[in-house]
């Protein structure tokens, strides 16, 4: 080994440095990665009659369809004739102008009711599966008033209140859960609600 004797000790050191480097980021990495490839997990049940209703969005990961979304987002959840939930999501763009998007969402794990697929395209091919998003229920509070939904791939996040200004602190406690499940939150936007 009289490479390793020869090798001056201060290089030795920046060296041993740098394999430390390598190897924590290294685990940084490899946790992340694990977060977001084991199973999502969802609350236990959630009693459909209590979920519906309006809730407010408060905080949200970037996302295409609601890029014009400025403030007063909010979605109003009411059931129709056949069983399923009707999404009836609403927004200001910033000039005023409301847009709203009307779709349906269908329970995919009956009785539980915390995985739903949801489907805004036409009222009459709404049944076709394909081009559904999933709506999982991830935490909830027992009295219903603040809810974390997102989807397994981790992409898509919302905190959604009964109220439009809730307290920053619950915010964050939802936004610190979805964390530890493997979201990066570093991307959120709080709408504002006037």
Not at 13 to 35: E, H, Q, S
Not at 150 to 168: A, D, F, H, M, Q
Request: net charge positive.
């Amino acid at each position: 080994m009289p490479f390793i004797k020869t090798f001056p000790k201060a290089s030795w050191r920046l060296a041993k440095i740098a394999v430390g480097g390598v190897v924590l980021t290294g685990l940084a990495a490899g946790t992340i990665a694990y977060a977001q490839t084991k199973p999502l997990a969802t609350v236990d049940k959630v009693e459909l009659d209590k979920y519906l209703g309006v809730w407010y969005e408060v905080a949200r990961k970037p996302m295409f369809f609601e890029r014009k979304c400025a403030y007063n987002v909010s979605a109003t959840y009411t059931l129709n004739e056949n069983g399923n939930i009707v999404v009836d999501n609403k927004c200001y763009d910033k000039d005023g102008n409301l847009q709203q998007s009307i779709g349906e969402a269908f329970v995919v794990n009956a009785p539980f009711n915390s995985k739903l697929s949801v489907s805004f395209l036409p009222e009459g091919v709404r049944w076709v599966p394909l081009a559904r998003g999933d709506y999982w229920i991830l935490k909830l509070d027992e009295e219903y008033q603040t809810v974390l939904v997102g989807e397994p791939r981790r992409k898509y996040l919302w905190v959604l209140s009964r109220t439009p200004n809730p307290k920053k602190e619950t915010i964050l406690e939802y936004l610190n859960y979805a964390k530890s499940l493997g979201f990066d939150v570093s991307d959120v936007i709080f709408p504002d609600h006037r």
